[in-house]
T-cell receptor, first 112, second 111 residues
Framework: QKEVEQDPGPLSVPEGAIVSLNCTYS??????FMWYRQYSRKGPELLMY??SSGNKEDGRFTAQVDKSSKYISLFIRDSQPSDSATYLC????????????WGLGTSLAVNP | KAGVTQTPRYLIKTRGQQVTLSCSPI?????VSWYQQTPGQGLQFLFE???????NKGNFPGRFSGRQFSNSRSEMNVSTLELGDSALYLC??????????FGSGTRLTVV
């Protein structure tokens, strides 16, 4: 079993829809949680960075962390065709081992 | 402010050859990490350097090595290339505990 599980999709939604992307994890030591967006032929771009449980909002994006369930989510409101990309979750613990553990990514297509 | 720059963008090599990839981090960032990305395995951590010292290493064979220079620029080397080394190699830099900023990667194809 992988440390971080993420449904690869693909996910296809109409423009304007609310998108929900999720990751589950098994390591209770993870404390930092990130969402990255990766366009084709580009490197991942940091979207959201959260520490501890709760919600964090940035424009149309909301990141949610539920440590008790070991579950994180990214919500995209009013989705746009420009949101079409692969979304990757990543997380790490607070110890000296700072390497990020990644989900495989979910491919999202927003159709006009 | 310039981002993370990786060169070259694309590379085709033959099995058995070696390759060196380069990464210039964001100015002021002293930490550089390298990742291998493949469709089946996703992003896998190779190593992290800080102030010219390797601080962390992933589970890759010794054919994969890296180094960091005093100006924080980093290189990674893969010797005796295998077909399975074909991947997108990504470099990321960061400052403190902030999130990582990635370059666009080097697409390596081994034939």
């Amino acid at each position: 079993q992988k440390e971080v599980e993420q449904d690869p999709g693909p996910l296809s939604v109409p423009e304007g829809a609310i998108v929900s992307l999720n990751c589950t994890y098994s390591n209770s030591a993870f404390q930092y949680f990130m969402w990255y967006r990766q366009y084709s032929r580009k490197g991942p771009e940091l979207l959201m960075y959260t520490y501890s449980s709760g919600n964090k909002e940035d424009g149309r994006f909301t990141a949610q962390v539920d440590k008790s369930s070991k579950y994180i989510s990214l919500f995209i409101r009013d989705s746009q065709p420009s949101d079409s990309a692969t979304y990757l979750c990543a997380m790490k613990d607070a110890g000296n081992n700072r390497k990020l553990i990644w989900g495989l990514g979910t491919s999202l297509a927003v159709n006009p | 402010k310039a981002g993370v720059t990786q060169t070259p963008r694309y590379l085709i090599k033959t099995r058995g050859q070696q390759v060196t990839l380069s990464c210039s981090p964001i100015s002021g960032h002293r930490s550089v990490s390298w990742y291998q990305q493949t469709p089946g395995q996703g992003l896998q951590f190779l190593f992290e350097y800080f102030s010219e010292t390797q601080r962390n290493k992933g589970n890759f064979p010794g054919r994969f090595s890296g180094r960091q220079f005093s100006n924080s620029r980093s290189e990674m080397n893969v010797s005796t290339l295998e077909l399975g080394d074909s991947a997108l190699y990504l470099c990321a830099s960061r400052s403190g505990e902030d999130g990582y900023t990635f370059g666009s990667g080097t697409r390596l194809t081994v034939v």
